[in-house]
């Protein structure tokens, strides 16, 4: 097991632009996590997937963000005409069952708005 | 609502000092509570947790206890190495509690000199 997978790991877009990330939890975690960190900030929490279902996503930061976990694996966390604002670290983390919060963390997207 | 405060960083420490962060919550319901560590370009790593009061939570030399009447869970290592040299989060969970994420502190920048 490769632990949780994210895809870019950089994304530089103009604004306007829409952008995509991915993310392809370890495997068989049924509880899906996005984040986004700021600099000098903690993680910050956006919205969770249990396997397909998107239980929460009333902290999404506007209607401009949008995530899919169609077949409760990977992941797509989409922002659609980015504003420098969204420039930010996009995390991921995954975890094994629903009633452990323990959530293991990918890398992360760092993206750039110019 | 759900919120952690920790010190304000950077903390400087020569190698082998005592080592303190504090950390103090407010929570709607029982959290878990947790320490994160990022190493310079890695993702968040999980150092270690608490889930009820009194109980401590240790790895790799730290240690931190969840103290319920004080609200706090600092974490604190005897003897710190330069490979300690880190950003530390504190963070927390409700169980059920909502949103089911994590919500995390600013995070300490921690710098151990030879």
């Known amino acids: 097991d490769t632990g949780v997978s994210q895809n870019p790991r950089h994304k530089i877009t103009k604004r306007g632009q829409n952008v995509t990330f991915r993310c392809d939890p370890i495997?068989?975690?049924?509880?899906l996590y996005w984040y986004r960190q700021t600099l000098g900030q903690g993680p910050e929490f956006l919205t969770y997937?249990?396997?397909?279902?998107?239980?929460?996503k009333s902290r999404l930061l506007s209607d401009r963000f949008s995530a899919e976990r169609p077949k409760g694996s990977f992941s797509t966390l989409e922002i659609q005409r980015t504003e420098q604002g969204d420039s930010a670290m996009y995390l991921c983390?995954?975890?094994?069952?629903?009633?452990?919060?323990?959530?293991?963390f990918g890398q992360g997207t760092r993206l750039t708005v110019v | 609502g759900n919120s952690v405060t920790q010190m304000e960083g950077p903390v400087t420490l020569s190698e082998e000092a005592f080592l303190t962060i504090n950390c103090t919550y407010t929570a709607t319901g029982y959290p878990s509570l947790f320490w994160y560590v990022q190493y310079p370009g890695e993702g968040l790593q999980l150092l270690l947790k608490?889930?009820?009061?009194?109980d401590k939570g240790s790895n790799k030399g730290f240690e931190a206890t969840y103290r319920k009447e004080t609200t706090s869970f600092h974490l604190e290592k005897g003897s710190v190495q330069v490979s300690d040299s880190a950003v530390y989060f504190c963070a927390l969970s409700v169980p059920g509690g909502g949103a089911d994420g994590l919500t995390f502190g600013k995070g300490t920048h921690l710098i151990i000199q030879p």
């Open positions: 495997s068989e975690h049924n509880r």
């Open positions: 997937f249990q396997n397909e279902a998107q239980l929460e």
């Open positions: 608490a889930t009820k009061a009194d």
């Open positions: 983390a995954s975890s094994p069952w629903t009633g452990e919060t323990e959530a293991f």
